[in-house]
């Protein structure tokens, strides 16, 4: 097999502005320098012509273009415009009343761009090794998946009267395979230099997928499972692989409590058990989080605290409902790592089911809450209504295929990829495609 090529939404526009830093083909066409497209008559307007795609194409393998002013960090505090550099095709397409660049080129050169802005620089070569390994895989599972949907939008919000159950998969594009921005990955082409350590862990797993009964494996990963792995259904669509069970993230703890039930969530979160992730040693976290310095490290186990009117304010923002004050939060269903997968709110106002574990994040923080494997406790209680709301929880993300801080302490503890990789993907393969 060759390898596959990736198709990246850069940015979109009604003109965009960009650079062949070398020289580019357009069929018998041969461009150079600057150059400038409009969006008109809903086709594309270049060099005094009408298109209805554009298709530039490099000559060698190193020539380059650049895009001015892509956006970066959308709708983040930190979003801002810059001129960016990429290798590989460029594609202009026409989408609704704009355009759209397209980068087009091989999935090891993307990845390395990836992996490289994503990961941080003190990360070991093992662990780099594994995340190279489960990009490949999910990439590739994304493309096949966006091909087998062929277009077709595929559920992922189901409301009735008392319920609304939502989920975020990636599955929204439609002409190209994932976007340069934190929805998938950010990815900003050559503009940042590579990390050697990186290049030298693709280049160790070239060609290198998970794969389960032939197939390939939609290989998911987060910051700390908190002790548990989730399962797919919990937080995706109501579909579950055999590669991502519930399993502890340990080599000696074995049994799980059934952490669907209140009972035992509740004991689980409250405790501290043995786990790979259940660590706070400084030089593993800083190989995970990029941004060590700002962020805490509570994240094994933690607490929020909101007062009444924070939280009751919060979710009106969050929701779009106005639920009154808060009377409760009621745990309706967990997955296996503990996580909810459904809360009920009660208010004075109104009762509301949500789910799946993001929407409950999203609604019950600011940015996003660590992770649904919480539980409440309510405090001052006056008249029923509850002064004070604390949410005492467990991991950080969702939890599902591979535990990025675990992960990072099994590299420091000497196991290799492979056994990194097979430890949070049991039973899957470690398989070269090309
Ligand atoms: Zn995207
Ligand atoms: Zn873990």
Same mark, same amino acid.
């Not at 009106?316 to 409902?321: D, L, N, Q, T």
């Given at each position: 097999?060759?390898?596959?090529?990736?198709?990246?939404? @850069?940015?979109?526009?009604?003109?965009?502005?960009?650079?062949?830093?070398?020289?580019?083909?357009?069929?018998?066409?041969?461009?150079?320098?600057?150059?400038?497209?409009?969006?008109?008559?809903?086709?594309?307007?270049?060099?005094?012509?009408?298109?209805?795609?554009?298709?530039?194409?490099?000559?060698?393998?190193?020539?380059?273009?650049?895009?001015?002013?892509?956006? @970066?960090?959308?709708?983040? %505090?930190?979003?801002?415009?810059?001129?960016?550099?990429?290798?590989?095709?460029?594609?202009?397409? *026409?989408?609704?009343?704009?355009?759209?660049?397209?980068?087009?080129?091989?999935?090891?050169?993307?990845?390395?761009?990836?992996?490289?802005?994503?990961?941080?620089?003190?990360?070991? =070569?093992?662990?780099?090794?594994?995340?190279?390994?489960?990009?490949?895989?999910?990439?590739?599972?994304?493309?096949?998946?966006?091909?087998?949907?062929?277009?077709?939008?595929? *559920?992922?919000?189901?409301?009735?009267?008392?319920?609304?159950?939502?989920?975020?998969?990636?599955?929204?594009?439609?002409?190209?395979?994932?976007?340069? +921005?934190?929805?998938?990955?950010?990815?900003?082409?050559?503009?940042?230099?590579?990390?050697?350590?990186?290049?030298?862990?693709?280049?160790?797993?070239?060609?290198?997928?998970?794969?389960?009964?032939?197939?390939?494996?939609?290989?998911?990963?987060?910051?700390?499972?908190?002790?548990?792995?989730?399962?797919?259904?919990?937080?995706?669509?109501?579909? +579950?692989?055999? /590669?991502?069970?519930?399993?502890?993230?340990?080599?000696?703890?074995?049994?799980?409590?059934?952490?669907?039930?209140?009972?035992?969530?509740?004991?689980?979160?409250?405790?501290?058990?043995?786990?790979?992730?259940?660590?706070?040693?400084?030089?593993?976290?800083?190989?995970? #989080?990029?941004? /060590?310095?700002?962020?805490?490290?509570?994240?094994?186990?933690?607490?929020?605290?909101?007062?009444?009117?924070?939280?009751?304010?919060?979710?009106?923002?969050?929701?779009?409902?106005?639920?009154?004050?808060?009377?409760?939060?009621?745990?309706?269903?967990?997955?296996?790592?503990?996580?909810?997968?459904?809360?009920?709110?009660?208010?004075?106002?109104?009762?509301?089911? @949500?789910?799946?574990? =993001?929407?409950?994040?999203?609604? =019950?923080?600011?940015?996003?809450?660590?992770?649904?494997?919480?539980?409440?406790?309510?405090?001052?209680?006056?008249?029923?209504?509850?002064?004070?709301? *604390?949410?005492?929880?467990?991991?950080?993300? %969702?939890?599902?295929?591979?535990?990025?801080?675990?992960?990072?302490?099994?590299?420091?503890?000497?196991?290799?990829?492979? %056994?990194?990789? #097979? %430890?949070?993907?049991?039973?899957?393969?470690?398989?070269?495609?090309?």
């Amino acid at each position: 097999m060759k390898e596959p090529s990736v198709t990246v939404g @850069i940015m979109s526009g009604e003109t965009i502005r960009f650079v062949f830093n070398d020289t580019y083909t357009l069929g018998d066409l041969t461009v150079e320098g600057p150059q400038e497209a409009h969006i008109e008559q809903g086709r594309i307007g270049w060099n005094g012509q009408l298109y209805d795609q554009l298709v530039f194409t490099p000559q060698h393998s190193n020539d380059s273009f650049c895009l001015k002013g892509v956006t @970066i960090g959308v709708k983040f %505090h930190w979003e801002r415009q810059e001129d960016q550099t990429f290798r590989g095709t460029l594609k202009l397409i *026409v989408e609704g009343d704009r355009l759209t660049a397209i980068n087009e080129l091989g999935i090891e050169e993307y990845l390395l761009s990836v992996i490289s802005s994503e990961m941080s620089a003190t990360a070991s =070569l093992e662990l780099l090794k594994s995340h190279a390994v489960i990009s490949r895989s999910w990439l590739l599972a994304q493309i096949q998946k966006n091909k087998a949907l062929a277009g077709k939008k595929p *559920v992922s919000c189901i409301r009735t009267h008392d319920e609304l159950i939502r989920w975020y998969d990636r599955e929204d594009h439609d002409h190209f395979d994932v976007c340069a +921005d934190d929805h998938c990955q950010r990815y900003q082409g050559i503009t940042r230099e590579s990390t050697p350590l990186v290049a030298q862990a693709i280049k160790a797993t070239r060609g290198e997928i998970l794969t389960y009964d032939g197939q390939t494996c939609d290989a998911r990963f987060s910051k700390c499972c908190g002790g548990v792995m989730e399962r797919f259904s919990s937080c995706w669509e109501n579909i +579950d692989y055999p /590669y991502l069970e519930a399993l502890r993230d340990s080599r000696h703890e074995h049994d799980i409590p059934d952490l669907r039930v209140e009972e035992n969530a509740r004991r689980w979160i409250c405790s501290s058990p043995e786990a790979f992730c259940n660590t706070t040693d400084k030089q593993i976290l800083s190989q995970v #989080l990029n941004n /060590y310095d700002q962020e805490t490290t509570d994240f094994y186990r933690w607490s929020v605290a909101y007062t009444q009117q924070e939280l009751a304010s919060l979710i009106r923002e969050k929701s779009g409902i106005d639920f009154g004050e808060i009377i409760n939060l009621v745990p309706v269903e967990r997955g296996p790592s503990g996580r909810l997968i459904r809360l009920q709110i009660q208010g004075t106002r109104q009762t509301l089911t @949500i789910g799946k574990e =993001l929407e409950i994040r999203r609604t =019950l923080s600011p940015s996003h809450l660590y992770s649904s494997a919480f539980v409440v406790e309510r405090e001052e209680i006056a008249d029923g209504i509850p002064r004070r709301f *604390v949410l005492r929880g467990a991991g950080w993300g %969702h939890g599902v295929g591979l535990c990025q801080i675990g992960a990072a302490v099994m590299g420091e503890q000497g196991y290799d990829y492979r %056994h990194i990789l #097979l %430890h949070y993907f049991a039973g899957a393969t470690i398989e070269k495609l090309y």
